[in-house]
């Protein structure tokens, strides 16, 4: 199974976006499903994540209260729904599955990632 990660683009601040991620080939398989995202000049850091089952759901404190991930109940998708974007949500984001919250070192599976643009 691969993951695919999609929906990203240039957007003004205080826009929304949403960005969605298929397991091509088949359906998640592991028991978190979520969101990474590396801003250019700096390190890869956890956005959001869920159970397998679409909850409990987990937030980094700079997407807590504006983004919100989910998944479709055909189970081989989730998305990441993103508002009052800022500039510096600039990164390329990457749909993981994992075998933890919110280590980096818990994934298993990156998708390809997807390139947001915040423009002030």
């Known amino acids: 199974v691969q993951l695919q990660a999609y929906g990203g683009g240039m957007v003004q601040a205080g826009d929304s976006l949403r960005l969605s991620c298929e ?57 990441l729904q993103m508002n009052s974007l800022k500039p510096e949500d600039t990164a390329v984001y990457y749909c993981v599955e994992s075998n933890g919250e919110r280590r980096e070192s818990d994934v298993v599976s990156w998708g390809q990632g997807t390139l947001v643009t915040v423009s002030s």
């Not at 080939?25 to 850091?45: H, I, V």
């Not at 987990?58 to 189970?75: D, H, L, P, V, W």
Request: hydrophobic residues 30%.
């Open 23 to 79: 397991a091509s080939g088949g359906t998640f398989t592991s028991n978190y499903l979520g969101w990474f995202r590396r801003a250019p000049g700096k390190e890869r850091e956890f956005v959001a994540s869920m159970r397998w089952r679409g909850s409990p759901t987990y937030y980094a404190e700079t997407a807590r209260g504006r983004f919100t991930i989910s998944r479709s109940s055909a189970k081989n998708k989730m998305y």
